[in-house]
């Protein structure tokens, strides 16, 4: 066992935080976190971060570590969860990677290190300079066509210089899309990654498991689970990060359910109006999170109450 690593994946709201931690409980685990936004300090309420009574005395790494002002990249997190792998495993125990960050498990699962490029300020300015900025006498109609269109030159963009990358990428994503042609342009294209079959970082083996849920449900379990944010704190808490440094413009890079409440605090729209698009943002993230994990074949798929069938996959895994 001592290069077996166990991945839990799934959309948001799928329960993987909850079962990470019983598996570890049982199969003498510590977790690892691969969520984009629980690596924030002070964003708690917002990314849903694990509390220490539902860690239920189980080890967590890489919760809380960098500054929400600041971007985190994914070659940072990859060195402290390389850090983190090592020193569980060290120890006699078994890491458990938890998350529905697609791309921060496939850095682990595939070895993937990205180039350093530092920001082409000149060119992020132009690129910028075609996403449109929402007025208030604009119609949101005409607001979403003029973005429709600016995500579209970005794609064309892309694919133009890179369109292997542009398959891996989000294309909703504008800051994602001018991150990824400022890299292309200044390395031609980013080189393909080929995993090894056996990893530089020790030849570990994984078994990653899927946590499926049926999309009724989840969609409930998502608007259940973010006015349940609101009532315990979620404004509250942007308010303090903005108070403490965090601009607007971070606060929307940040994205989901934040660039609504940003415009709630500045007064732009109701409280109301600011949960029912929050809650179309979390759905449509876990849409993307679903057709992101359903690539990797090497997934294996159960139903969260399917948990006896995960543990045998795991015992099997562990004692081959």
């Known amino acids: 066992m001592a290069n077996k690593i166990i991945v839990i994946v799934g959309q948001t709201s799928s329960g993987k935080t909850d079962l990470s931690v019983e598996l ?41 570590i960098t500054s929400p002002n600041r971007a985190f990249s994914i070659n940072q997190f990859k060195n402290k969860a390389d850090k983190a792998i090592k020193d569980i495993l060290k120890r006699g125990k078994i890491p458990i990677i938890a998350g529905g960050t697609g791309f921060y498990i496939q850095a682990i ?3 993937i290190v990205l ?28 607001y979403k066509k003029n973005k429709e269109e600016a995500l579209k030159e970005l794609v064309k963009r892309l694919r133009k210089l890179d369109p ?12 994602r899309l001018i991150r990824a042609i400022e890299i292309a342009t200044e390395l031609g294209r ?21 946590i499926e849920v049926d999309k009724g ?11 349940k944010r609101v009532r315990t704190g979620i404004v509250a ?11 607007w413009k971070r606060m929307n890079e940040i994205g989901l359910a934040h660039k609504y409440i940003a415009k709630y605090l500045k007064g732009e729209i109701s409280k109301e109006n600011m949960i029912e ?31 006896k069938g995960i543990e045998k996959e795991i015992r099997d895994f562990l004692s081959t």
């Open 24 to 64: 570890a409980k049982k199969f003498n685990g510590e977790v690892i976190s691969a969520d984009s936004r629980q690596v924030y300090k002070g964003l708690d309420v917002g990314s849903g971060k694990v509390t220490k009574n539902e860690m239920k005395g189980i080890p967590h790494y890489l919760l809380d």
């Open 109 to 111: 699962v595939d070895n």
């Open 115 to 142: 180039p350093e490029v530092k920001p082409n300020l000149k060119l992020r300015k132009e690129l910028e300079a075609l996403i449109p900025k929402k007025t208030k006498s604009q119609k949101i109609s005409v």
């Open 164 to 175: 292997r990358r542009l398959e891996e990428i989000d294309q909703k994503n504008p800051r």
């Open 190 to 210: 980013v080189p393909k990654l080929e995993s090894p079959a056996v990893g530089q970082l020790g030849g570990y083996e994984f078994l990653q498991i899927g």
């Open 217 to 227: 449900v989840l969609g409930e379990r998502i608007e259940k689970r973010f006015r």
């Open 237 to 247: 808490e942007a308010k303090r990060l903005h108070e403490k440094g965090m601009s």
């Open 277 to 307: 698009n929050s809650i179309i943002e979390e759905k449509k993230y876990a849409k993307r999170q679903k057709t992101w994990f359903k690539r990797d074949k090497r997934i294996v798929w159960f139903k969260y109450e399917e948990q």
